[in-house]
């Protein structure tokens, strides 16, 4: 992007030195243009998050007189004092509980359909893929409420189901969308030989085509992860007893008890979000992908 | 980047119709415990939705009464609910062209070998992965009205005249809350335009630049229309989450003050959970339904025609 049309000057020897320092110089000034821009952009990202956390090690008292200074002394004890009084221990494990049968259901059915409708033809095939369509464009708050009283009346209300299972069947959709596309790409002779050695349907699906599906169920992966990790509204709404709230309802009720309390708010913010920046960092290139899925497939 | 479709409806030949029944029956059962599912949990949850809209129901009477198209006609001629609708309209506007704007530069800058390009694309798209109440918690802070960090750095500049309570002032929440998500989604159109960068024919630039175009003429003339692709699928994308957006307005500021920053969903979440309005709140809920289709279909049609 850097400029570099200075318009054509008559010849000579001295006019072309200049007119080349005069390029060198733009293009030294582009690059730091460049770089400016970039890392200011960068700055933006991470400045926010550095000063949640050197905020969250002071005292009430030094966030007055020095709001941008590092902490005098680094007060860990806050962060104790997070863990306990916010109950972030009890939360991260209801996170976990909800987490883990909504990532491994999610794959599990969206795989399966995925395949039927992309491999496995049959009567109202066509009928079945429209109707999971139409999931894709409905948002949440179209089935919040009749959902609510539906889990009252089946009993999962108060318990991890009222969270786990709409979860699933609301992340089915574009999950089936996405694995029918995937095992659509598939070479037809891929089940086809493995069909004339004798395997039944789900000998195919199993033994042949669900080993191929690895980076395709790792983005299916992330993005069902992430989905019932920060989940918000679908919780708020369904699980209103405390001892079941995950990590990021907690958070938010705990913000709202300790609202004058600005350095304990910001442990528990940083308790909230310093694994899940962890985790991102170490498979960021699966994170990206997954989480881009969405827009790009 | 976008797979194959299969085809929709099978060619079958007599000789394989013993194998295709049973290709028929096995692919009933893969479907089906994902088609249950969604029949129990959203399908049929939708349709009682359309009929809560129908009724007065407030969640607490055994009889729903049914009022027909009573509460839509309360809705047209209800205020607030214009109110909100036209804050999602801004959010909706700001919201989409803001982080694209930011995306393309970064994406451009970065496109043509500058170094570092892994690390940026990392940090950058740090806030994605945040929680929506994480990202308010953070900005709620860098907006507190005594210690924020946005009001220091005016006082330490000389502008103590525009320090303020930027959540709790009318004029101000709403583009607040608007920066707030943009900085929590940037990252992700960044990404995406990076992504479509790398489809971008670099002969085209590099003859433009020989034609002696410059670099803004080159971006809008060549980059930009060979990106249109990516442009209106995230520019889809954003118009859903916009007419949906909840958990940002809920967390920092519950729609206020007063009513400056509700928006649709908050809105819906007032009437049928804090007002127990069901039948209203169901209603409402059907206009971000219609929203959200029209926007969806727009998206599926661009997407077809593209593939």
């Known amino acids: 992007m850097n400029v570099s049309n200075a318009g054509s000057l008559p010849g000579g020897q001295e006019v072309r030195a200049e007119r080349d320092l005069y390029h060198s110089g733009l293009k030294v000034l582009g690059v730091i243009v460049r770089y400016g821009v970039l890392i200011f952009f960068a700055l933006v990202c991470l400045v926010p998050l550095f000063w949640v956390v050197s905020t969250s090690l002071k005292t009430t008292r030094e966030i007055s007189f020095s709001p941008f200074g590092l902490p005098a002394e680094y007060r860990w004890s806050t962060y104790v004092q997070a863990w306990t009084v916010g109950r972030f221990g009890k939360y991260f494990m209801n996170s976990v509980i909800v987490t883990l049968p909504i990532v491994s259901f999610t794959l599990a059915l969206c795989s399966l359909a995925g395949y039927g409708l992309a491999r496995l033809h049959f009567r109202g095939v066509n009928f079945i893929f429209y109707l999971f369509l139409i999931g894709l464009m409905v948002p949440f708050q179209s089935v919040m409420i009749p959902l609510f009283y539906l889990l009252k009346e089946i009993g999962f209300l108060g318990t991890y189901w009222a969270m786990i299972v709409p979860s699933i069947a609301l992340g089915l959709p574009f999950g089936i969308f996405f694995m029918r596309a995937f095992f659509a790409g598939l070479p037809q002779e891929l089940g086809d030989a493995a069909e004339i050695d004798g395997c039944s349907e789900w000998g195919v699906f199993w033994r042949v085509m669900a080993p191929l599906a690895g980076p395709a169920l790792s983005t299916l992966t992330v993005l069902s992860f992430m989905g019932a990790w920060n989940s918000f509204l679908l919780p708020l709404i369904y699980m209103q007893k405390e001892n079941l709230r995950p990590l990021v309802l907690g958070l938010m009720f705990f913000r709202d008890a300790y609202t004058q309390n600005i350095p304990l708010t910001m442990a528990g913010a940083t308790i909230v979000m310093a694994p899940i920046i962890v985790v991102y960092l170490l498979f960021q290139r699966s994170f990206i992908q997954g989480l881009t899925a969405g827009a790009l497939k | ?307």
């Open chain 2, 1 to 307: 980047m976008s797979a194959p479709t299969a085809p929709l409806t099978p060619s079958l030949t007599p000789a394989f119709s013993a194998r295709a029944r049973r290709k028929a029956v096995a692919g009933w059962f893969f479907v089906l415990p994902a088609l249950l599912l969604y029949l129990f949990f959203v399908i049929y949850p939708f349709v009682t939705s359309v009929y809560y809209s129908l009724t007065d129901w407030d969640g607490a009477q055994p009889i729903k009464r049914f009022v027909g198209l009573g509460n839509y006609q309360k809705l047209l001629g209800d205020n607030l609910m214009w109110e909100a609708l036209w804050h999602n309209v801004i959010w909706v506007i700001i919201g989409t062209i803001s982080p694209i704007v930011i995306g393309l530069l970064l994406g451009v800058l970065l496109w043509t070998g500058t170094r570092g390009r892994i690390v940026f694309r990392i940090v950058y798209f740090i806030p994605v992965v945040l929680a929506e109440v994480v990202v308010a918690i953070i900005l709620n802070w860098i907006y507190h009205p005594i210690f924020g960090a946005l009001n220091e750095i005016l006082r330490s500049v000389g502008l103590d005249s525009l320090a303020r309570g930027w959540l709790g002032d009318p004029a101000t929440a709403l583009p607040a809350l608007l920066v707030t998500a943009i900085w929590g989604y940037y990252g992700f159109c960044f990404v995406i335009i990076m992504a479509g960068l790398q489809n971008v024919d670099i002969d085209l630039v590099e003859a433009a630049t020989i034609d002696g175009a410059n670099g803004w003429q080159r971006f809008i003339y060549i980059i930009v229309p060979q990106l249109s692709h990516v442009l209106t699928m995230i520019t889809a994308f954003t118009l859903i989450g916009g007419f949906n957006v909840f958990g940002i307005v809920f967390v920092m500021t519950q729609g206020g003050p007063g009513t400056a920053t509700q928006v649709i969903a908050t809105y819906t979440y007032r009437r049928a959970f804090q007002m127990s309005e069901l039948g209203y709140g169901a209603a409402l809920s059907m206009v971000m339904t219609i929203v959200s289709l029209i926007a969806s279909y727009i998206f599926i049609r661009l997407r077809e025609r593209q593939e």
